[in-house]
């Protein structure tokens, strides 16, 4: 008996899990719904796992993951591969991106019986997704490789516009803020989290994980125009964690509080000692690098 999942059972999981959703939330007659889950069964054969690079607008998404409270990436790219290629498809993701947060590079994985190359997927996929949604590339890797279980470098970065009235143009990728923001105390404030802390207070409640101890590559705060970026790098990042540094360096930048002040934010590992959680769609997922990826 094996002691834990391996990457294959855990796709297989997630098929049956996210179809059961969608099916259910369909009203679906028991006789076809008892016919679907067991053509999801494990005794299909799998012949080919795919890569995709996946980049979207999140604005009118609830989010990557399949949920019954309104339409996500996770369910269009299911419905549209399983059109596609003849058969049950459920896309598992690297990161599970919040209701209005956009991405360059999300990486989903999905197994198939398909003959089609592995490499073609994205052509004719992106023939079928709706505008917001774009397959960047796609390939085969190996049996069993899943990317939230791989050795990664997350990029994510959020912006800001920051002037004194709104541009209509980015009302949907940038979070307005009219105050003036000192940019230079937010570089010096956002040096503080590069390292390896315990990022609890920058954590959102209620959370479910095993330890909220992360490393911060990089975290880097840049102006050009009146747009200013804040740009972190990560192995890892905890529900919320992004936006909430957002909102802390915003306050930084207001003169709410000092820049050191962060060194006894993390220090206090208690949510309520950082700032407010900024925003979804000023945040934008820009990537993932992988080691030891054919």
Sequence with gaps: MKNKLDSRDICLLEKQAAFTAIYKNMSAGRSDYCRFIAACGSEQEITMRVKMIVAYDGTNYKGWQVQPNGITIEEVLNKNLSNLLGEQIVVSGASRTDSGVHSLGNIAVFDTN?????????????????????VQGSCEV???????????RKTYEYRILNRTFRMPTRRLDTYFYHYPL??????K???????EHDFK???????????????IYACDVEKEGDIITIRVTGN????????????????????????EAVKEILAKKDRSAAGPTAPAHGLTMMGIEFENVE
């Design 142 to 152: 190996e049996d069993g490789w899943h990317p939230r279980y791989q050795n990664s």
């Design 114 to 134: 398909t003959r089609m190359p592995a490499d073609k997927i994205a052509f004719a996929l992106n023939q079928r997704l709706p505008e917001d949604i774009v």
């Design 201 to 215: 207070s920058f954590c959102a409640i209620g959370a479910q994980v095993k330890t909220t101890v992360r490393t």
């Design 189 to 195: 404030a956002a040096s503080y989290l590069e390292g």
């Design 236 to 259: 890892g990042f905890l529900y919320n964690m992004v936006r909430i540094i957002a909102g802390t360096l915003v306050q930084v930048g207001g003169g709410a509080i000092e820049p």
């Design 182 to 187: 000192d940019v230079e105390k937010m570089k």
